[in-house]
């Protein structure tokens, strides 16, 4: 057997039990054929990057699969079959992480203050010799001090 892991995307207009009914929907596909579904989360409510079928939001599920490709592959049959399903990604991995995501990680971390650890922005009036912030074009006054091109004269 095999181990994958599986994010689908489902509409943003479906409750979260219609989602958790889903879910269990597939660990009973994929528990049938022989294989087991380890760790499910529910990474909730988020925005997407781009409109989906009018949809700008979507409820994320991770699933942690260990089956066999056919049980995966039908899995994923029905879920280009079902409309509540947006989009669905299955990537096999060496081995399974069973500690939280990163996404459930970036949620639980609460502690975040101000500007994090990046240290403070300085002094805004630290300006450089000229004044300003570092542009790399010379001031007009700097450029009038040079003396002016002369034409050259005309050929006869």
Do not use: C
């Amino acid at each position: 057997m095999a181990l994958y892991e599986h994010v689908f995307l489902a509409r943003q207009d479906i409750s979260q039990q219609q989602v958790e009914s889903l879910v269990e929907q597939y660990k009973t596909l994929i528990t049938e054929a022989g294989g087991t579904v380890g760790k499910v989360e529910y990474w909730g409510l988020k925005s997407i990057a781009y409109r989906i079928n009018k949809n700008r939001k979507a409820h994320y599920v991770l699933m942690n699969i260990d089956s066999a490709y056919d049980a995966v592959a039908e899995m994923e049959r029905l879920m280009r079959i079902n409309e509540d399903v947006m989009r669905f990604m299955t990537i096999r991995v060496e081995e399974l992480e069973e500690d939280q995501s990163a996404m459930m990680q970036k949620r639980d971390r609460d502690d975040r203050g101000g500007r994090g650890d990046r240290g403070p922005r300085g002094d805004r009036n630290d300006r450089g010799p000229r004044g300003d912030r570092g542009d790399r074009r010379p001031r007009r006054e700097e450029t009038r001090d040079e003396a002016p091109a002369t034409p050259a004269p005309a050929a006869e």
